[in-house]
């Protein structure tokens, strides 16, 4: 089972995020103090922490991510806070956590998140080639494969599709893949994301017998042979 | 006393000029030694001269015509009325007796020395110092030949007098002048405080007056003034946009709530609970994204972002945003076409930078009805970088132009939008010390970024 730490003094807050990993199968702990903080995070084993950044005290939750990292550790730590200035985020990243999200936020992006911080913490190196149900993609010669038939993708889709495949199996963001296929970090006013993505769904899963790309309402989209994954519904 | 002096020893008008008054003090001390020295002293090696010369013509005199001759000689030169006050001449014999002279003799002044000397003797019956040449003739006579150096003490005493008592003078007008000099200073100074301490007790409206002079400080209250009108017209803009965004936010938050209670109220709360948590959902969630729009504005104008700026490529940013739009614009039937220059850089905030493109073809998208035509181009002209996009759709009408930039304002309530596009896009032009510039496409709009180049 894996273990979060959820560093956060809001009861409600810190309820709703731990009710929605236990859903998800985490074992998951609160600690509302920042001083217990520091000892549980840097004491115990954890396979993600979520840290809130005003904490009670004064405490910046920046200075318990900073001790954990001079200590060598490589928990992933997701940062959730209210301050949203970009050059707070940057300190946060700078100060070594895997992610930043403000404050509010929807669960679904919150665990979408953390799936994805987990993922980066292994990555599958020197993976050539991935196969979806009778889908072939070739990530050194970019190219795709759908029950044996070729389908030409711009550059663009063909990375879109890739970050999809990346995380198979698991609901993508549209802010996610702002972020890392266009390298955009704010949100356009039009649905730009789900136009894109129904071109890539037209290519890929039109005539096909199982459809790949789903909607997760409201959340984002999903790449899967089995339809939208249950994990993440949000 | 010891207050006064601390108080004015912490005032650093007083501290220079007290600093600058001991250069001068110095300086003139300096001066005056110096002056002295050389008075004083090329004074006593011209008597010294002059010695040498009468005691040469009467060894001569002597040799020729031996000592009664020359005693009488001295006395005509004693009494021929010619420097009678200064002039020393004595001669004594072998025996000792005097022949000739006006000194009172001692045994000090009657042994031959090889250079001239200051000594103290009695001169015509008056104690004085004189400078002598001591010389023994060939007969064994004594030739004193000298010169009374009293007057010459007195006059550099005076000169010493007059050299200190300037000195004092100057010591003193140094201090009063570092006292003026404060004081000018903090009067000076004394006008921006004043003007600053109104400001602090809430008086945004006070400027720092403005004297006639051209000097240091008029140019320095100039520049306060012009950093307080920026600031006040700043906070003018918070006044009006904290308005606009109290009603922006509390009307959706009293939608909201009028559905919740609605739904709490209704026969049966169960049925009408789910539409009104949805509706509240999305209420909330725009609300959300107006916030962090607004934020962002807020950010921008700060101008905090501006130590991050690096160079970037406006055809980077262009093509990543064209290559984002393109999907929509053809979804909804629109040509999106570029030309793009060879150098468009600039230097500034690329996530901004995209940001603004991104608003500025969304907006085109937007406010274009199926079927038209959306260009997007850069251009590098002299010194600016110009990303130009032009639709035609239905454009905005010129006397509305001017209003669009301001936060919330909407040309069509109809079109999806917060109204805060082009509030960020022009406020992320300002940031760059750019503009954004709306004109008509007839029909359709031209909307251009104009920033300045790199290295222009």
Known sequence: ?????IIEDDTENAQYVANGLRELGWWVTVCRDGVDAVGRAVGEAWDAIILDRMLPNDIDGLSILKTLRSLGRKTPVVVLSALA???ERVRGLKDGCDDYLTKPFAFSELAARIEAVLRRTQPDEGVREMHVADMR???IARSVERAGRAIALQPREFRLLAFLLLHQGRVVTRTMLLESVWDYRFDPQTNVIDVHISRLRSKIDKDASVPLIHTVRGVGYTLSPGGPSREVAG | MSGTLARWWSSIAFRQALIFAALIVCTMTVLLALFYVQTVGVWQRRIDSQIDATTQRLVDYHKRSGSPVLGTHINNLLGDGIDSDTEVYTLVAPDGHVVAGNLAVTPEITTPMRSIGEHRVLRAGRASRSRLRVTALNDGSILIVGRDMQD?????QL??????????VTLLMAVVGALLFRRQLERRIGTIRETAARIERGDLA??????????????????INAMLDRIHALMEGVRHVSNTIAHNIRTPLSRVLARLYTAQNAAKPAEALPDAVGFAIAEIQDLNVVFDKLLRIAEVESGARRQTFATVSLNAIAVNALDLYDAVAEAKGLTLSHTLDAQPTVTGDGDLLAN???????????YTPSGGAIQVDTRREGASVTLTVRDNGRGIPEEERTRVGTRFYRLDRAVPGWGLGLASVLAIARLHGGSLQLEDAGPGLIARLVLPAVGA
């Open chain 2, 356 to 366: 603004a493109v991104a608003n500025l073809i969304d907006n085109a998208i937007k």
């Open chain 2, 159 to 168: 000169i010493r007098g007059a050299i200190f008592s300037g000195a004092i």
């Open chain 2, 152 to 156: 010459q003490h007195e006059l550099e």
């Open chain 1, 137 to 139: 993609v070739d990530l």
């Open chain 1, 1 to 5: 089972m894996r273990r979060c730490l």
């Open chain 1, 85 to 87: 200035a970009t050059d």
């Open chain 2, 206 to 223: 006070q400027r720092v007056p403005i004297s006639a002079k051209q000097d240091e400080f008029a140019r320095l209250n100039r520049d």
